[in-house]
């Protein structure tokens, strides 16, 4: 099974700031299928990233994905106040298909 | 559009089994695998397994094999995930989810979830 680390645990920002996300796997990703998501309290996750670096229909371009083989980066350029939520990256090159342990942003 | 309508919450004692149903609808429910990932309070998100609702194949997570079941009933369009002998740990926001295409491993489609509590 592919552990998935990500980093810090908790990201303090102002909006207008820029946010990087770091997600490390144990083992190589297969054909770089990683995903980011975002989610809000009480919500579905919300997908962002597919194929470590295409964007999901509908999600604006300041968020941007990128890495390979077993480190993986999101960045949010400039913060937007519906930014502030939990992160979390999964790979689904390989079952079982798991998730990062998640990367909250929050307002600072 | 695309959604997936989940049942409600469910509370059960330890050792019971819940159902959770998943009904989608914009699309053609035999076409895409269905997937269901489970989030415990306060934690990070988990992928339990994979029905296909055509040929009822399955994938399970090696955790959840022995107590779990992912079955379809094509004929109201509906998958089902049962998970048996159940724990204080089995607490979580269970969600149903379809990816863009067929073998997509990655979910632009999110039930509502369906929070079962485990309690005595």
């Known amino acids: 099974e592919i552990v998935l680390t990500q980093s ?4 303090s920002l102002s909006p207008g700031e820029r946010a990087t996300l770091s ?6 990703v297969s054909s770089n299928f ?3 998501y975002q989610q809000k309290p009480g919500q579905a996750p919300r997908l962002l990233i597919y194929g470590a670096s295409s964007r999901a229909t509908g999600i604006p371009d300041r968020f941007s994905g990128s890495g390979s083989g077993t480190d993986f ?9 519906e930014d502030f939520a939990v992160y979390y990256c999964q790979q689904y090159g390989s079952s079982p298909l798991t998730f990062g342990g998640g990367t909250k942003v929050e307002i600072k | 559009q695309v959604q997936l309508v989940q049942s ?19 699309y ?6 269905m997937h269901w990932v489970r989030q415990a309070p306060g934690q990070g998100l988990e992928w339990m397994g994979r029905i296909h609702p055509n040929s009822g194949d399955t994938n399970y997570a090696q955790k959840f094999q022995g107590r779990v079941t992912m079955t379809r009933d094509t004929s ?3 998958a089902y995930m049962e998970l048996s002998r159940l724990r204080s740990d089995d607490t979580a926001v269970y969600y149903c989810a379809r990816g863009l295409y067929d073998y997509s491993g990655y979910y ?3 039930g509502q979830g369906t929070l079962v509590t485990v309690s005595s």
Do not use: H
């Open chain 1, 8 to 11: 810090p645990g908790t990201l």
């Open chain 1, 23 to 28: 997600c490390r796997a144990s083992q190589s």
């Open chain 1, 34 to 36: 990683l995903a980011w």
């Open chain 1, 73 to 81: 980066t999101l960045t949010i350029s400039r913060l937007e106040p």
């Open chain 2, 8 to 26: 409600g919450a469910e509370v059960k004692k330890p050792g019971a089994s819940v159902r959770v149903s998943c009904k989608p609808s914009g």
């Open chain 2, 28 to 33: 053609t429910f035999t076409a895409y695998y």
């Open chain 2, 76 to 78: 109201i369009s509906t």
């Open chain 2, 108 to 110: 632009p489609y999110w």
